[in-house]
């Protein structure tokens, strides 16, 4: 691995308590010879002084902008409105390669600064396959979110919890009525999590994946009372649930949870709704005859954070132990040069994405 200066910023999102990477893995990477800085944040699982005394050097919240040029800001969630110009390699979800609002905005900050993206979205091996994801705890959130909700026992704000006493909450409890429950992408990380929660709260849901939903059998997903959706479309599909379905007197369905939250994209499985929940109203009623509640919340996993975070670091070191022009992440900045390009910016073609 050629030197590497890794700089771990603070997240500007009041509700992102997760981190790529966890005090102990970064201790493998300091090891490694990598040179890690870690911003201040209060609101983050791990305090900063976890990382100072593993070999991290602590700096000031949002300093990335002014941090030496080579250096590598790793983040999860969205930046903030200002530099206009994002000079540095940048790791995070980008959220910018699928028509999102906001995309193009974005990617002409990286235009302009001479920087790039390396989306973690697309950090994937040869075959395509995710190599670090936090979709078994969004997952398990979403089902968990949904079984709370549908049997009258999920408290707003929402607050971040543990596994242990978020599956006492989920078990079943006398006086709770039997529910139907469906999951669609069953199969992917964000599937398997679902059904884990549903068993831990007593619930054998439906499992639909590709092979179910090629021609899809409408009637019998709205017969369901609950739905999980984990699918995240790659290209067009029918969606699986329309406007018109909110109407259908027919409609058993009560609850949605939208793992994916693929809104504002024209790929969007669940194209009836236009913004997503927050964790201090995490449901809102799409529907009121015959009701219909979604939970839409995009950073679900920090509500586990650090599970979610201790798995989504062990995944993600292997890769930044081997960071290079090559491999997942010179796949990640040709997918960044090809997108930008595709709406008119021009990005470098350094090995660096930089001038």
């Given at each position: 691995?050629?030197?590497?200066?890794?700089?771990?910023?603070?997240?500007?999102?009041?509700?992102?308590?997760?981190?790529?990477?966890?005090?102990?893995?970064?201790?493998?990477?300091?090891?490694?010879?990598?040179?890690?800085?870690?911003?201040?944040?209060?609101?983050?699982?791990?305090?900063?002084?976890?990382?100072?005394?593993?070999?991290?050097?602590?700096?000031?919240?949002?300093?990335?902008?002014?941090?030496?040029?080579?250096?590598?800001?790793?983040?999860?969630?969205?930046?903030?409105?200002?530099?206009?110009?994002?000079?540095?390699?940048?790791?995070f979800f980008g959220h910018a390669y699928k028509g999102?609002?906001?995309?193009?905005?974005?990617?002409?900050?990286?235009?302009?600064?001479?920087?790039?993206?390396?989306?973690?979205?697309?950090?994937?091996?040869?075959?395509?396959?995710?190599?670090?994801?936090?979709?078994?705890?969004?997952?398990?959130?979403?089902?968990?979110?949904?079984?709370?909700?549908?049997?009258?026992?999920?408290?707003?704000?929402?607050?971040?919890?543990?596994?242990?006493?978020?599956?006492?909450?989920?078990?079943?409890?006398?006086?709770?009525?039997?529910?139907?429950?469906?999951?669609?992408?069953?199969?992917?990380?964000?599937?398997?999590?679902?059904?884990?929660?549903?068993?831990?709260?007593?619930?054998?849901?439906?499992?639909?994946?590709?092979?179910?939903?090629?021609?899809?059998?409408?009637?019998?997903?709205?017969?369901?009372?609950?739905?999980?959706?984990?699918?995240?479309?790659?290209?067009?599909?029918?969606?699986?649930?329309r406007a018109q379905d909110l109407d259908d007197p027919?409609?058993?369905?009560?609850?949605?949870?939208?793992?994916?939250?693929?809104?504002?994209?024209?790929?969007?499985?669940?194209?009836?709704?236009?913004?997503?929940?927050?964790?201090?109203?995490?449901?809102?009623?799409?529907?009121?005859?015959?009701?219909?509640?979604?939970i839409a919340i995009d950073n679900l996993p920090s509500?586990?954070?650090?599970?979610?975070?201790?798995?989504?670091?062990?995944?993600?070191?292997?890769?930044?132990?081997?960071?290079?022009?090559?491999?997942?992440?010179?796949?990640?900045?040709?997918?960044?040069?090809?997108?930008?390009?595709?709406?008119?910016?021009?990005?470098?073609?350094?090995?660096?994405?930089?001038?």
């Amino acid at each position: 691995m050629t030197e590497l200066h890794l700089w771990l910023r603070h997240e500007t999102r009041t509700t992102e308590r997760r981190t790529p990477v966890v005090p102990a893995d970064a201790r493998r990477l300091v090891e490694s010879g990598v040179t890690l800085t870690v911003e201040e944040s209060p609101q983050r699982i791990f305090p900063v002084e976890e990382y100072e005394a593993v070999g991290a050097k602590p700096a000031p919240a949002g300093s990335w902008a002014s941090a030496p040029k080579d250096a590598v800001i790793l983040g999860l969630k969205e930046l903030p409105d200002e530099p206009a110009e994002l000079t540095h390699r940048h790791i995070f979800f980008g959220h910018a390669y699928k028509g999102q609002p906001g995309a193009t905005d974005l990617l002409r900050r990286f235009g302009a600064g001479g920087g790039a993206l390396l989306d973690l979205e697309y950090l994937v091996d040869d075959t395509g396959r995710r190599l670090a994801a936090f979709g078994f705890w969004a997952g398990y959130l979403g089902a968990a979110l949904a079984v709370l909700q549908h049997r009258g026992r999920l408290v707003a704000p929402l607050t971040p919890t543990s596994k242990e006493e978020l599956d006492g909450t989920l078990r079943p409890a006398a006086g709770d009525a039997e529910f139907t429950a469906l999951v669609i992408g069953a199969l992917g990380r964000s599937g398997r999590g679902a059904r884990a929660a549903f068993g831990t709260a007593g619930i054998e849901p439906t499992s639909w994946d590709l092979a179910e939903t090629q021609d899809l059998d409408r009637p019998a997903l709205l017969a369901h009372d609950v739905l999980v959706n984990c699918v995240l479309a790659t290209t067009p599909v029918p969606p699986f649930l329309r406007a018109q379905d909110l109407d259908d007197p027919s409609r058993r369905l009560r609850t949605v949870s939208d793992v994916t939250c693929d809104v504002g994209s024209p790929l969007n499985v669940l194209p009836v709704y236009d913004r997503t929940t927050e964790w201090d109203a995490p449901v809102r009623q799409l529907h009121e005859r015959p009701p219909l509640d979604l939970i839409a919340i995009d950073n679900l996993p920090s509500l586990l954070p650090k599970e979610s975070s201790t798995d989504f670091s062990a995944a993600l070191l292997p890769q930044l132990l081997d960071f290079g022009t090559g491999g997942a992440w010179g796949r990640c900045l040709d997918l960044f040069r090809t997108k930008a390009r595709e709406r008119g910016i021009a990005v470098a073609d350094g090995e660096s994405g930089h001038v």
